[in-house]
């Protein structure tokens, strides 16, 4: 076809043939590109194959650019050029395959890693096992990413004669060279090894409860270096990651997201413990909130006015403990309220008569 397409063009100007092809290899580009994606919609519908949206979503870009760059290479020789401009051309054209390449590469990343999360999903009540397989997989991708990026700039390099041995030390970049960058940038190895670290033994994993800083919040990602909390009144908090390797920090979800919440209220010595006992029972079989693991009531603490009772009950997540907690609070203070006012705290006192003036003697309530 081409042939025949030089001989019908054969007196036309060398930049309108140039352009005719430059066209032809755009043209063909496109269409072999609208119908791959015909053939994976089709190819959806008969097996329910709903990864082909995050084909069409992540790959769509880089491939639009990578083949009618690649036809474009495969009709060079056909253009009527210069030597310098030939030499040009091509190595321009063989640097924006490298790129485009790269790019096609970095998103098959994220197809696979959007099919893993299509299987592991975070919205489960109980979802461990799918924060174990997410925190790793996130570390994983942006560590091949990087690689990727890396080989990339490397392969660029090496196709300049003059930059060859740029390229050839980036790639065998090991000895003396390594260990001068160790030392320059022992901070940022030491941050990726822990990263390497946390990936795989996985003290904290994303979607995490997490207590730092005083601050209770969740993990929202976990970088080559550093971790985000996102706090629960919607700040971040940004911590390097080798914090978690070398610093204590409280985590709720470590093994499992249920857990154990209190809540403690402050009544005079007069309080009925067994009433109070039989309402927290009775607010917690009302409340789904509660998970029927743990319930009780006890005295914990006497002190010099009041005593300390403390309310003991389990949820599913830390946010229901959250809820749970504030809602026992409130109705045992209404019970105590509508029903023993007189079990509010107080002051007693007496009135000391003795004397020509009165006296108020504040003594404890235990006395």
Not at 126 to 132: A, I, M, P, S
Not at 235 to 262: C, D, H, M, V
Not at 276 to 296: F, I, S, V
Not at 321 to 326: E, G, H, S
């Amino acid at each position: 076809m081409l042939e025949q397409l030089e001989r019908t063009l054969g007196d036309v100007p060398d930049f309108v043939w140039n352009l005719v092809l430059f066209g032809i290899a755009i043209l063909i580009g496109f269409v072999v590109k609208v119908i791959l994606a015909w053939i994976l919609k089709l190819y959806s519908r008969k097996k329910d194959f709903t990864i082909v949206g995050s084909i069409l979503k992540r790959l769509s870009g880089p491939v639009n650019s990578f083949l009618p760059l690649f036809v474009l290479n495969l009709f060079l020789p056909l253009m009527r050029l210069s030597k310098l401009a030939y030499t040009r051309l091509d190595k321009a054209l063989e640097i924006f395959l490298i790129a485009t390449f790269a790019a096609m590469l970095i998103a098959i990343v994220k197809v696979f890693e959007d099919n893993v999360y299509r299987h592991y999903d975070l919205t489960k009540a109980d979802n461990l096992r799918e924060r174990k397989v997410r925190t790793q997989l996130q570390f994983i991708r942006k560590l091949v990413v990087t690689i990727i990026v890396m080989l990339t700039v490397c392969a660029i390099l090496l196709s300049f004669e003059g930059l060859r041995k740029i390229g050839a030390g980036l790639l065998t970049g090991v000895g003396l060279g390594g260990i001068i960058i160790g030392f320059a940038a022992q901070k940022s190895l030491g941050n990726l090894l822990a990263g390497f670290q946390i990936a795989f033994t996985q003290p904290i994993r994303i979607d995490d409860v997490l207590v730092v800083e005083g601050e209770w919040g969740r993990v929202e990602e976990i970088t080559l270096t550093y971790v985000v909390l996102n706090i629960w009144d919607q700040r971040r908090l940004i911590l390097p990651i080798n914090y978690f390797i070398e610093k204590p920090f409280q985590n709720w979800t470590r093994s499992q997201s249920a857990i154990l919440g209190t809540a403690f209220i402050y009544l005079d010595y007069m309080a009925p413990v067994a009433a109070l006992r039989d309402e927290l029972g009775r607010l917690l079989n009302a409340n789904p909130l509660w998970d029927k693991r743990a319930m009780a009531l006890q005295v914990t603490d006497i002190k010099e006015r009041t005593m300390e009772i403390r309310m003991l009950m389990s949820a599913s997540n830390s946010g229901n403990a959250f809820d749970l907690r504030c809602y026992v609070r409130e109705n045992i203070v209404k019970f105590v309220k509508d029903n023993y006012p007189e079990s509010l705290p107080k002051t007693r006192a007496i009135v000391d008569a003795s004397e020509s003036s009165t006296k108020i003697l504040d003594i404890p309530a235990g006395k």
